[in-house]
Every structure is written in structure tokens, then in C-alpha cells.
């Protein structure tokens, strides 16, 4: 009886274990994604499209994209898109290897950071 009990109280710790990761990284996966580019981010040169993200009471923006190992991949410049001047010039951004679709403008999202880039 009492190794039933334990074994039923195991399985309810790990379940709990369990739902709070998924938990905390759904509500803090941007923050977790921020902390793995600055440790593992790779910079790069990206050009600005003419493709606009729009959200609902916003202005649109700008995405930009690049490519890696021939595959395209795309992101937000948080440049709003009034001006069609920027569109075709280059940005640098910064991804992670083994997931390029967790990418942010460098010049745009990270206020402090990346002094190694070397987007040229």
C-alpha cells in the first residue's frame, strides 16, 4: 500500500515538473531565446525586404531576410514602413546555428551587446 502511494505521488511530482517548464517557457520564451543569442548568436547580414508585418492599431514593418545553407529565413526590423527608402539595404542581425528561424536585428532589439559583430 504504501509503495503504491509513493509510486502515485512520484508520477504526480514529475507531472508537475512537467507542466511548469512548459509553463514558464511558453510565458518566457523570448526572454530564454534573448539570453541564447547573446551567448550563442551569430551575426550576419541581412537585406530589408518590401514584405510588411502588420498587426492590428499598429503600423506596419519592415521584415528582413537571409539565408543559410540556402534556405531563406525571415524577421522583423521594428523599422516602420512610412519609408520605402530602406527597402534593399542591409542589416545586421544575429541567429542562432542550430535554429536560424530564433534570429532579431541587432541594431534594432539589442540595445547593448555584440561589440564582436562584425556585419560588413
Known sequence: MKEKLKSRNKRQRWK???FSFLFLT????YQIEDLLLE???ICKL???SDEVKRVRY???TFY???WVK???YMGDTYIESDSS??????ICIVYLRAFPNINRSREAYFKSGFEGCNCK
Do not use: P, R
Open 70 to 72: 540556402d534556405e531563406k
Open 64 to 66: 528582413y531576410k537571409f
Open 39 to 41: 551567448k550563442y548568436g
Open 26 to 29: 511558453a510565458v518566457f520564451h
Open 16 to 18: 508537475y515538473l512537467l
Open 58 to 60: 499598429h503600423k506596419g
Open 46 to 48: 541581412a537585406i530589408i
Open 85 to 90: 527608402k530602406v527597402i534593399g539595404q542591409k
